[in-house]
């Protein structure tokens, strides 16, 4: 069983930056990601990495970034360049299923969620 953690998150002016950061407990997974909500609309994926390998979303590329330890059991995201749309609750999500990357109906271990609020 994988218990995933988050910590991380906050408010930031548009233009700013924020890292979010992650860690599952159990088993490597296979694949780990940061997924979003934003209010009032449904889960989005951010950014994923699996075996080694990301995946960025369209909304995440050229922005945020993602790495992962060599233990491969922690996600980092690096948000820059926020804009108000990105303001959402943050989640990162662990699966055993191989190249999962962003499709959240694949992962099984989720964590409690993170705020992340862009305003001036």
């Known amino acids: 069983q994988v218990h995933v953690v988050e910590s991380g998150g906050g408010t930031v002016q548009p233009g700013g930056s924020l890292r979010l950061s992650c860690t599952a407990s159990?088993?490597?997974?296979?694949?780990m990601a940061w997924f979003r909500q934003p209010p009032g609309k449904g889960r989005q994926g951010d950014a994923a990495?699996?075996?080694?390998?990301?995946n960025l979303s369209n909304v995440a590329n050229g922005r945020f970034t993602i790495s992962q330890d060599n233990g491969k059991n922690t996600l980092d995201l690096q948000m820059n360049k926020l804009k108000p749309e990105d303001t959402a609750i943050y989640y990162c999500?662990?699966?055993?299923?191989?190249?999962?990357?962003?499709?959240?109906?694949?992962?099984?271990?989720w964590g409690q969620g993170t705020q992340v609020t862009v305003s001036s």
């Open positions: 999500a662990a699966t055993q299923v191989k190249w999962s990357f962003l499709r959240d109906d694949l992962y099984d271990a």
């Open positions: 159990g088993d490597i997974p296979s694949c």
């Open positions: 990495i699996c075996s080694g390998r990301p």
